[in-house]
Structures are given as structure tokens and as C-alpha cells.
């Protein structure tokens, strides 16, 4: 199950689980559509093509919920 991570790991923007605008590499790192769009969409982390999130919503949601660790380390 994909790993829905709360946060943009670049500049700690919240990014909903049920929402939009998430951007996503294999390893799950995940950055917002505006930090996405500097790194050209390709992680800094490993390198990997950064690719639109699938939102998760309804019951999905309810029963798979979304990671509340964050990621960013400002």
C-alpha cells in the first residue's frame, strides 16, 4: 500500500492524503507541485521521475489512513 506522506519533504507544505498536488518518486519521497516543478520532477533523493500522487478518499481513507510523520527537516 502506498505510503501517503502529510507533508512536501522540500518545504514542508501540507499535502492532504484526499487531495491533489502531491508529487511522488518509487520511494515515495514527496514534494508539492511548485518544489516538483524547480527539481524539474526528478528527486533529489534518488534520482527517480517525480509523478502525480493518487488521492485517497472515502473509505479508502478512512480505513488505510494517511502517514502523520512528517517528512521536512527545516
Same mark, same amino acid.
Given at each position: 500500500?502506498?505510503?501517503?506522506?502529510?507533508?512536501? +519533504?522540500?518545504?514542508?507544505?501540507? =499535502? !492532504?492524503? @484526499?487531495?491533489? &498536488?502531491? /508529487?511522488?518518486?518509487? /520511494?515515495?519521497? #514527496? /514534494?508539492?507541485?511548485?518544489?516538483?516543478?524547480?527539481?524539474? +520532477?526528478?528527486? !533529489? @533523493?534518488?534520482? &527517480?521521475?517525480?509523478?502525480?500522487? !493518487?488521492?485517497? #478518499? &472515502?473509505?479508502? =481513507?478512512?480505513? @488505510? !489512513?494517511?502517514? #502523520? +510523520?512528517?517528512?521536512?527537516?527545516?
Amino acid at each position: 500500500m502506498l505510503e501517503m506522506r502529510p507533508d512536501c +519533504e522540500r518545504c514542508g507544505v501540507d =499535502l !492532504p492524503a @484526499n487531495e491533489g &498536488g502531491a /508529487f511522488i518518486c518509487s /520511494f515515495v519521497c #514527496t /514534494f508539492c507541485a511548485d518544489c516538483a516543478d524547480a527539481l524539474d +520532477e526528478r528527486c !533529489p @533523493n534518488c534520482g &527517480g521521475e517525480l509523478l502525480d500522487r !493518487p488521492a485517497r #478518499t &472515502g473509505k479508502a =481513507l478512512k480505513a @488505510n !489512513p494517511a502517514s #502523520t +510523520e512528517r517528512r521536512f527537516r527545516g
